[in-house]
Structures are given as structure tokens and as C-alpha cells.
């Protein structure tokens, strides 16, 4: 069964480019022109992969991603970004997407970032943990939930990711190297500072004391481990 991709692109063009390059590679291809009916595709169908430009009508593809992710769905997102915007991929991932590409680009790189994204998607499917609670925290990676002491947190998507990779290799200590290929791929521009940011959110967010965490402990020049 092949896999759906849905294109939110507002450029005629590109979008009859993409489409026949998908297609040809044996993609389902649907698309859409602005941000409004691309939300709305997105909700209704189920995708496996989301090409997202940042610049759209109607609803920017920030406002998308954000929306998406509220609403739980977590669909491989890739977002096209003009080249010089480095601040359009900082917030894209902060907000979500799994990864990024800037305009213009080769269709070999794309065909090549899309292939990375399902393969991977199919492994965090085929073993995933879907629900986990520990101490006041439940989580539920299947809708995109978090909870403390019963009350919602917003969490951005490489939170979760990085959660969940955490939580499923509780007890042993993970490097900033292993975070960074398996929830991040080793994005151009990502250093182990980023891990430490991501790790400091998550703590500011789960911990009952951040500055003397007792669930995401710190190995300090090894790692970090889970500790439920």
C-alpha cells in the first residue's frame, strides 16, 4: 500500500511539480493551496507525510503545524522554508515539524528527506510506547497528550519525540549523539545544545522541581536517563 502525502503549497508550479514527482515515485498525492483547506485536509484524511510551506494564504503554515499538533495528530510534517530564514526552521521544529527544507531545493533531496521520515515513522510505529504515566504525569503519544495532576500541558512535537525516546529507554543512560540522530536526524544547524534546551523544557513542564529533577536525570559528558 502506498503511501498518502498531502502537498500545502501555494506556488501553481511547484505544486504541479511535486505532484508529479511524488506521483511518479509511486505516492498518493493531494494538495492544497492554503492554509485553510490544507488544516482542514489534514484533519479529515489520514496522511502519512505533510509538506508544509511556511508562507501561505489564509493560514501560515505555523498556524497549521500549531493546530495540527492541538489537535493531536502526528503525522510526519517536512516544511519548505525561503533559504535565508533560519528563524522560520527554528520555530517550525519548536512547533513540531520533523523536518525542514529550504526553497529552492533539488527533487533528489526531497525524494531523500521523505524516505528518511516514513522509514522512521514506520519504526516509532512498529514498537512505540503509546501511553505512559509516572508519578502526577500521564501521557498518551497516540493523541499528542500531556497531563499533570490532571491538568493539560502544551507540549511541542520534538518534546514529545524526545520523551517518548527517553521514556522507552528508561533506566539507561542515553547520549546526546544517540538523541540527536534518532529524534532529531542530525538536522543541519543542530548541536547537543539543543538536546539541553529540549531537555530543560521538558523538565520545566514535568518536574515538581526542575533544578532538582527526579525523573530526567543528567550524567554529566555521558547523558541523560529516564527514571519513571
Known amino acids: 500500500m502506498s503511501h498518502r502525502i498531502l502537498l500545502v503549497e501555494d506556488e501553481p508550479g511547484l505544486v ?5 514527482l511524488l506521483s511518479a515515485e509511486g505516492y498518493q498525492v493531494d494538495s492544497a493551496t492554503d492554509g485553510v483547506s490544507g488544516l482542514a485536509l489534514a484533519l479529515a484524511e489520514p496522511f502519512d507525510l505533510l509538506i508544509l510551506d511556511v508562507m501561505l494564504p489564509g493560514k501560515n503554515g505555523f498556524e497549521v503545524l500549531r493546530e495540527l499538533r492541538q489537535q493531536g495528530r502526528d503525522l ?15 520555530v517550525g521544529l519548536k512547533l513540531g515539524a ?4 529550504s526553497k529552492p531545493f533539488e527533487p533528489a533531496e526531497l525524494l531523500a528527506r521523505i524516505e ?6 514506520r519504526k ?3 514498537g512505540a510506547t503509546s501511553q505512559f504515566r509516572f508519578a502526577d504525569v500521564e501521557v498518551d503519544f497516540d493523541r499528542g497528550t500531556v497531563s499533570k495532576n490532571g491538568q493539560p500541558l502544551a507540549m511541542a512535537g520534538k518534546e514529545l519525540q524526545l ?66
Not at 504541479?16 to 508529479?20: A, I
Open 163 to 228: 520523551l517518548r525516546f527517553l521514556i522507552e529507554h528508561r533506566g539507561n543512560v542515553v547520549s546526546r549523539d544517540t538523541l540527536l540522530e534518532s529524534v532529531w536526524q542530525y538536522h543541519a544547524g543542530v548541536s547537543s545544545r539543543t538536546v539541553d534546551v529540549h531537555i530543560a523544557w521538558l523538565r520545566q513542564k514535568l518536574e515538581d522541581n526542575p533544578q532538582l529533577p527526579r525523573h530526567i536525570h543528567t550524567l554529566r559528558g555521558v547523558g541523560y536517563r529516564f527514571v519513571p
Open 124 to 126: 516509532d510505529a512498529a
Open 98 to 101: 520533523d523536518d525542514y527544507l
Open 116 to 121: 528518511a521520515l516514513l522509514r522512521r515513522t
Open 76 to 90: 510526519a510534517v517536512l516544511m519548505l522554508t525561503a533559504k535565508t530564514q533560519v528563524v522560520d526552521r527554528v
Open 16 to 20: 504541479l511539480t511535486l505532484s508529479d
